[in-house]
């Protein structure tokens, strides 16, 4: 019999102790850290990966947010894929009403699969040791157990929980005797002297109904909130929104606090937890002292992302995006360089990166927020200069895409075609400007600026007038329902 599995990939975090590489709305899951694939595309390259030996893999079903949602389709569709369902959150409520989501998504059609849930920002030097241990797992959540993978510890780590363990060393599966919060130093130092104590990784893999029993019967506020968000959901192609005012009003809880720490203090409840352990080379990227352990470091530990250059340096990362960066003299440090923003931090202090944005958010600085070049589902747009009355921006518009029917109050614009063709709508006039042809939107106009081409369209933009925020924009028509 074929083991039916849906994936989840869990998308809707934020990732601030990665900025300024990391913002708000392109937080570090869709970042490329190394190789030529984004953290999600990996998660999602890996659980397509599962099928063979008698399991069968769907298409991804992926929880996120609004603001993520373009991201999702543009990096999965790089991959030649596309979700089975797109599920956005009007709110963030944590993990456990993510997954409830996923698994009333999943039994949609009268089915009842393995689900997968696996965060969008992780990562693993060994896929094969993956597929092996997440194969294990399924066919342990086929018999009715909930299962989750363990990380051996190789170190006293503090920001992890735990899982505790029984059974013997060699069993491939192990019952689970106790979740334990995330330890000081010395008890980190003890749980790996006694052995029996795995990092939570935040993997797990059950059947989609027996969360919702689960769930059911920890938390039934939980379960019934989600339930009623659920019922009254709208599906616009692959996008799935619940209801807004009716998920507001679920209870924030993780899945561990919820029901996993639960099930084996309870065991009359007949919820049994399993874990499988997977020695996969796995990290949660979780700070960027966490991707300079996971990086190739030269013969003095430096490790180089961009264009760098080190003199009588040690230990030190430095990730550079858009010029040189030189590291001189220097031990156990991190900068990373972005257009807009420069980090300098000593890498054991990494992980402190988040109080960073919430200065930035304090202040009411857009830095946390967004990067200089800002992704849209039409493109993108890097705003590459400005001053008094006036900015400069350079636009990308994709193949067969097209930027709303608009209008500004306080601002006029020039656009001059770098390549590609453009179609320009102003007023009741539409033309086809080529390369290095020009023209002008006044203040007022109805406008619209089309890519009808098979090849990206550049344009450069000169806005000028009293006011030049995001927010002067009148839409009457976007195919994107903003």
Same mark, same amino acid.
């Not at 975090?13 to 490329?32: C, E, H, I, M, N």
């Not at 491939?172 to 106790?178: C, E, L, Q, W």
């Not at 506020?221 to 692959?238: C, F, L, N, P």
């Not at 089309?450 to 007038?465: C, D, F, K, R």
């Given at each position: 019999?074929?083991?039916?599995?849906?994936?989840?990939i869990?998308?809707?975090?934020?990732g601030?102790?990665?900025?300024?590489?990391?913002?708000?709305?392109?937080p570090?899951?869709?970042?490329?850290?190394?190789?030529?694939?984004?953290?999600?595309?990996?998660?999602?390259?890996?659980?397509?990966?599962?099928?063979?030996?008698g399991i069968?893999?769907?298409?991804?079903?992926?929880?996120?947010?609004?603001?993520?949602r373009?991201?999702?389709?543009?990096?999965?569709?790089?991959?030649?894929?596309?979700?089975?369902?797109?599920?956005?959150?009007?709110?963030?409520?944590?993990?456990?009403?993510?997954?409830?989501?996923a698994?009333?998504?999943?039994?949609?059609?009268?089915?009842?699969?393995?689900?997968?849930?696996?965060?969008?920002?992780?990562?693993?030097?060994?896929?094969?040791?993956?597929?092996?241990?997440?194969?294990? @797992? !399924?066919r342990? &959540? #086929?018999?009715? /157990?909930?299962?989750? %993978?363990?990380i051996?510890?190789?170190? =006293? $780590?503090? +920001?992890?929980?735990?899982?505790?363990?029984?059974?013997?060393?060699?069993d491939?599966?192990?019952?689970?005797?106790?979740?334990?919060?995330?330890?000081?130093?010395?008890?980190?130092?003890?749980?790996?002297?006694?052995?029996?104590?795995?990092w939570?990784?935040?993997?797990?893999?059950?059947?989609a109904?027996?969360?919702?029993?689960?769930?059911?019967?920890?938390?039934?506020?939980i379960?019934?909130?989600?339930?009623?968000?659920?019922?009254?959901?709208?599906?616009?192609?692959?996008?799935?929104?619940?209801?807004?005012?009716?998920? @507001? !009003?679920v209870? &924030? #809880?993780?899945? /561990?606090?919820?029901? %996993?720490?639960?099930?084996p203090?309870? =065991? $009359?409840? +007949?919820?049994?937890?399993k874990?499988?352990?997977?020695?996969?080379?796995?990290?949660?990227?979780?700070?960027?002292?966490?991707?300079?352990?996971?990086?190739?470091?030269?013969?003095?530990?430096?490790?180089?992302?961009?264009?760098?250059?080190?003199?009588?340096?040690?230990n030190?990362?430095v990730?550079?995006?858009?010029?040189?960066?030189?590291a001189?003299?220097?031990d156990?440090?991190?900068?990373?360089?972005?257009?807009?923003?420069?980090?300098?931090?000593?890498?054991?202090s990494?992980?402190?990166v988040?109080?960073?944005?919430? @200065?930035l958010?304090?202040?009411?600085?857009?830095?946390?927020?967004?990067?200089?070049?800002?992704?849209?589902?039409?493109?993108w747009?890097?705003?590459?200069?400005a001053?008094?009355?006036?900015?400069?921006?350079?636009?990308?518009?994709?193949?067969?895409?097209?930027?709303?029917?608009?209008?500004h109050?306080?601002?006029?614009?020039?656009?001059?075609?770098?390549?590609?063709?453009?179609?320009?709508?102003?007023g009741?006039?539409?033309?086809l400007?080529?390369?290095?042809?020009?023209?002008?939107?006044?203040?007022?106009?109805?406008?619209r600026l089309?890519?009808?081409?098979?090849?990206?369209?550049?344009?450069?933009e000169?806005?000028?007038?009293?006011?030049?925020?995001?927010?002067?924009?009148?839409?009457?028509?976007?195919?994107?329902?903003?």
């Amino acid at each position: 019999m074929t083991l039916q599995i849906v994936p989840v990939i869990m998308a809707g975090g934020s990732g601030t102790r990665l900025w300024p590489l990391s913002r708000a709305l392109y937080p570090k899951q869709f970042l490329v850290l190394h190789g030529n694939e984004s953290l999600f595309q990996q998660a999602h390259r890996r659980l397509q990966a599962l099928a063979g030996e008698g399991i069968e893999v769907a298409a991804p079903c992926v929880v996120g947010n609004e603001e993520h949602r373009f991201l999702v389709l543009d990096q999965l569709r790089e991959q030649g894929a596309s979700p089975s369902s797109l599920l956005l959150e009007p709110v963030g409520r944590n993990t456990a009403p993510a997954v409830a989501l996923a698994a009333h998504a999943a039994m949609a059609n009268g089915q009842d699969p393995i689900m997968v849930v696996a965060p969008a920002d992780q990562t693993v030097t060994d896929e094969a040791a993956f597929v092996a241990a997440v194969r294990e @797992a !399924a066919r342990a &959540a #086929e018999q009715g /157990d909930i299962v989750i %993978l363990g990380i051996q510890p190789d170190s =006293p $780590q503090t +920001g992890y929980g735990y899982i505790r363990t029984q059974g013997s060393a060699s069993d491939v599966t192990r019952a689970v005797a106790a979740f334990v919060e995330k330890p000081n130093a010395e008890t980190a130092q003890r749980y790996l002297a006694e052995g029996g104590y795995y990092w939570n990784s935040g993997l797990f893999v059950m059947r989609a109904s027996r969360w919702l029993a689960a769930l059911q019967h920890f938390r039934p506020d939980i379960a019934h909130a989600v339930a009623a968000a659920w019922s009254v959901r709208k599906t616009d192609g692959t996008f799935v929104r619940p209801g807004k005012e009716e998920f @507001a !009003a679920v209870p &924030a #809880e993780s899945v /561990d606090y919820a029901v %996993l720490e639960k099930c084996p203090e309870t =065991p $009359q409840a +007949g919820f049994n937890v399993k874990m499988v352990p997977l020695n996969a080379g796995w990290s949660d990227l979780g700070a960027w002292d966490a991707v300079w352990q996971v990086s190739e470091r030269d013969a003095s530990g430096n490790v180089a992302q961009g264009d760098a250059i080190f003199h009588n340096t040690r230990n030190t990362l430095v990730h550079s995006t858009s010029r040189l960066v030189s590291a001189v003299g220097v031990d156990n440090i991190v900068v990373v360089e972005t257009p807009d923003a420069v980090l300098v931090a000593d890498r054991d202090s990494s992980q402190d990166v988040k109080k960073i944005v919430s @200065a930035l958010q304090e202040q009411g600085r857009t830095e946390g927020t967004l990067h200089r070049r800002v992704h849209r589902p039409w493109g993108w747009y890097d705003s590459i200069d400005a001053g008094p009355r006036f900015q400069v921006k350079r636009i990308m518009v994709k193949p067969k895409a097209t930027l709303s029917l608009q209008m500004h109050h306080h601002r006029a614009e020039h656009w001059i075609v770098v390549s590609g063709t453009a179609e320009v709508t102003c007023g009741d006039k539409v033309t086809l400007l080529g390369e290095n042809q020009s023209t002008y939107i006044p203040l007022g106009e109805t406008h619209r600026l089309a890519n009808p081409g098979t090849i990206p369209l550049e344009i450069i933009e000169v806005q000028s007038g009293s006011y030049l925020g995001e927010d002067d924009i009148v839409r009457f028509e976007d195919k994107y329902g903003r």
